[in-house]
């Protein structure tokens, strides 16, 4: 079965840092670009970040640029996305997601809540 | 940056009706460069449709998805319990790639 899996979402103080983790499996991982897509409380979702399955594009969107960093371990089948400088902003639900064919994402993984609050 | 507009944003029906979800693109899409995606509450959101009218493996074939250039739609042709929920489209055309706001599917 082709999933991915979030870890790492939890509660975090405003001006804080957060490590989100993903993990790719039944598919060959280091094949395909991988996105962060996040979904703060009773909102659509944002484009957040994206990376090539060779680290040789990278994306992310003006709210995160310069505070967030996606990164990923082809090795080990891993994305990752550093979240610096947190504001409540931030609170969403995180996807990690596969970029499949030409741009669509299929599968989603479950989320990963990140809350940002005093 | 391409700007997706969905209409509705609510839609209300009953089973067994047909439902047409629209989402209008800023700009041409490339080689209709569309995906539709359905989100359940407390679920994360799964692909129906790409390349504005293929559908995903395992999706029922009373999802179809229709239109080209900067207009297209998403209908369902007899609605089940289970298909009210929010639909977005995604454009994956030029980057950054763009999701529409939503149109929520509700029962009547």
């Known amino acids: 079965e082709v999933q991915v899996v979030e870890s790492g979402g939890g509660l975090v103080k405003p001006g804080g840092s957060l490590r989100l983790s993903c993990v790719g499996s039944?598919?060959?991982?280091?094949?395909?670009?991988m996105s962060w897509i996040r979904q703060a409380p009773g909102k659509g979702l944002e484009w957040v970040s994206s990376?090539?399955?060779?680290?040789?594009?990278?994306y992310h969107a003006d709210s995160v640029k310069g505070r967030f960093t996606i990164s990923r371990d082809n090795a080990n089948n891993a994305l990752y996305l550093q979240m610096n400088s947190l504001s409540v902003d931030d609170t969403a639900i995180y996807y990690c997601a596969r970029v499949d064919g030409l741009g669509w994402i299929d599968p989603w993984g479950q989320g990963a809540l990140v809350t940002v609050s005093s | 940056e391409i700007v997706l507009t969905q209409s509705p944003g609510t839609l209300s029906l009953s089973p067994g009706e047909r439902a047409t979800l629209s989402c209008r693109a800023s700009?041409?899409?490339?080689?209709?460069?569309l995906a539709w995606y359905q989100q359940k509450p407390g679920q994360a959101p799964c692909l129906l449709i790409y390349?504005?009218?293929s559908r995903a493996t395992g999706i029922p074939d009373r999802f179809s998805g229709s239109g080209s250039g900067t207009d297209f739609s998403l209908t369902i042709s007899r609605l089940e319990t289970e298909d009210f929920a929010v639909y977005y489209c995604?454009?994956?055309?030029?980057?950054?790639?763009?999701f529409g706001q939503g149109t929520k599917l509700e029962i009547k």
């Open positions: 700009q041409t899409l490339r080689s209709n460069s």
């Open positions: 995604q454009q994956y055309g030029d980057s950054p790639y763009t």
């Open positions: 390349g504005a009218s």
């Open positions: 039944g598919f060959t991982f280091s094949s395909y670009a």
């Open positions: 990376i090539s399955s060779s680290n040789s594009y990278i």
